[in-house]
């Protein structure tokens, strides 16, 4: 997924916070070593402005 936060020009807690999640849950899916769920996926697509597909093909490049 690469670096979320630098996509919104936000440090790692501001956008975890707009996600509703914890900013340790947000580096670890950030990272890849952990897997989240499609309403995860969901609300950083929204947050980013992107429809899931571009999320999701990005991710696998």
Do not use: W, Y
Request: proline share 2%.
């Amino acid at each position: 997924m690469g670096s979320l936060t630098k996509l919104l020009n936000r440090n790692q807690l501001e956008f975890a916070s707009i996600l509703g999640m914890h900013r340790t849950q947000l580096g670890h899916v950030e990272q890849g070593r952990k897997d989240c769920q499609l309403s995860t996926l969901l609300r950083i697509a929204d947050a980013l402005g992107l429809p899931l597909s571009m999320l999701v093909r990005s991710a696998e490049l």
